[in-house]
């Protein structure tokens, strides 16, 4: 199964279309599983996995989904005022998304050499 391919299809984008930002999330996020897990390279196993991951990365990019993607900045209780920010900092996001992926990750674990 071709990541990129798969990716590609899910955002409805056309085959000739510039995938450089596909393209920088989907390494950025197989470094993350290879780091994660000890290993070299990512398994044929874990590629739906790598496609889901950076599927979120791409969607948090491009602007918060939900709450998760918020950081609060303000609470006030007086007014019940609450502000929010998106969350920017990457490696928070890649950190709460290899959390969120630890229980398909973890068969695939190795102890350091």
Do not use: F, Q, W
């Amino acid at each position: 199964m071709d990541a990129l391919a798969t990716i590609k299809r899910r955002l409805h984008r056309p085959e000739d279309a510039d995938d450089a930002d596909i393209r920088d999330c989907l390494e950025e996020v197989a470094l993350r599983i290879r780091h994660y897990c000890n290993i070299p390279e990512v398994p044929e196993a874990l590629t739906p996995t790598l496609v889901r991951m950076t599927l979120e990365l791409l969607r948090a990019d491009a602007g918060p989904l939900d709450e998760m993607a918020l950081l609060v900045t303000t609470v006030k209780l007086g007014d019940t005022t609450v502000e929010e920010k998106p969350m920017v900092d990457r490696g928070l996001l890649l950190d709460r998304l290899t959390r969120n992926y630890a229980h398909d990750l973890h068969a695939y674990r190795r102890l350091r050499s």
